[in-house]
């Protein structure tokens, strides 16, 4: 499709697609921490405990890109 192949298109999506959907994810993260009035602490265990899986999604891309990188 426009000339890309399929495994340049799954490349983008993974990379950007993905990354946009995380930043969403914390967008609503904060605003439901707003809107439930939950303060500094709170706000803090909800971005902790819901964002979790978030951080280990990356540290998983780092740990990949720089294992790739050693092993070349």
Same mark, same amino acid.
Do not use: D, N, P
């Given at each position: 499709? @426009?000339?890309?192949?399929?495994?340049?298109?799954?490349? &983008?999506?993974?990379? @950007?697609? %993905? !990354?946009?959907?995380?930043?969403?994810? %914390?967008?609503i993260?904060?605003?439901?921490? =707003?809107?439930?009035?939950?303060? =500094? &602490?709170?706000? &803090?265990?909800?971005?902790? !405990?819901?964002? &979790?899986?978030? %951080?280990? @999604? %990356?540290?998983?891309?780092?740990?990949?890109?720089?294992? =790739?990188?050693? !092993?070349?």
């Amino acid at each position: 499709m @426009f000339g890309y192949t399929e495994a340049e298109i799954a490349q &983008f999506g993974l990379t @950007f697609g %993905v !990354g946009a959907f995380m930043l969403y994810m %914390v967008f609503i993260i904060l605003q439901l921490a =707003r809107e439930s009035k939950a303060g =500094r &602490f709170g706000t &803090f265990v909800l971005l902790l !405990g819901l964002g &979790f899986g978030l %951080v280990g @999604f %990356v540290a998983k891309g780092l740990i990949k890109y720089f294992l =790739r990188g050693v !092993g070349s």
